[in-house]
């Protein structure tokens, strides 16, 4: 059961379009995209940092997770992703664990990745996402 890195952290934000510019024109990281994750309810600009990215997370409706977060927090790192080799493995030991997750089943992240969130009662108050890589691209 491999984690590979840190594969993004997860920045909540009302404005994409707000929070955009000191990322990419300030901190100077490389923006690559927007994509809408309906599942989600979420529009994610992703932006580079070394091996890992930044990605900021704007509500896309009033009932989305983020929009409850933004609410309750006012922005804010939302979570923090670490890349896993086998995500059904290691939500199978988090099972057997008897770790609470969110997620007992992987389903579809941005960029088409299998994702899991795990409860931040869990790890000591972070919610966690275990992200792999969609089989096609390994
Ligand atoms: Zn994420």
Same mark, same amino acid.
């Given at each position: 059961?491999?984690?590979?890195?840190?594969?993004?952290?997860?920045?909540? *934000?009302?404005?994409?379009?707000?929070? $955009?510019?000191?990322?990419?024109?300030?901190?100077?990281?490389?923006? =690559?995209? !927007?994509?809408?994750?309906?599942?989600?309810?979420?529009?994610?600009?992703? $932006? #580079?940092?070394? #091996? @890992?990215?930044?990605?900021?997370?704007?509500? !896309?409706?009033?009932? @989305?997770?983020?929009?409850?977060?933004?609410?309750?927090?006012?922005?804010?790192?939302?979570?923090?992703? *670490?890349?896993?080799?086998?995500?059904?493995?290691?939500?199978?030991?988090?099972?057997?664990?008897? *770790?609470? =997750?969110?997620?007992?089943?992987?389903?579809?992240?941005?960029?088409?990745?299998?994702?899991?969130?795990?409860?931040?009662?869990? !790890? @000591?108050?972070?919610?966690?996402?275990?992200?792999?890589?969609? #089989?096609? =691209?390994?």
């Amino acid at each position: 059961m491999g984690v590979e890195k840190i594969d993004h952290i997860g920045i909540a *934000v009302r404005s994409i379009e707000e929070a $955009l510019p000191y990322y990419r024109d300030v901190l100077g990281l490389k923006y =690559t995209g !927007t994509e809408v994750v309906e599942e989600q309810k979420v529009r994610v600009a992703f $932006l #580079e940092i070394g #091996e @890992s990215h930044i990605e900021l997370l704007e509500p !896309t409706s009033d009932d @989305s997770p983020i929009a409850g977060f933004l609410e309750k927090r006012g922005g804010g790192i939302h979570h923090i992703a *670490v890349r896993v080799d086998d995500i059904n493995e290691n939500l199978a030991l988090h099972r057997e664990k008897e *770790v609470r =997750t969110i997620d007992n089943e992987p389903r579809k992240g941005a960029h088409d990745m299998k994702i899991a969130f795990i409860h931040p009662k869990s !790890t @000591s108050g972070v919610l966690l996402e275990l992200c792999q890589e969609p #089989e096609e =691209t390994h």
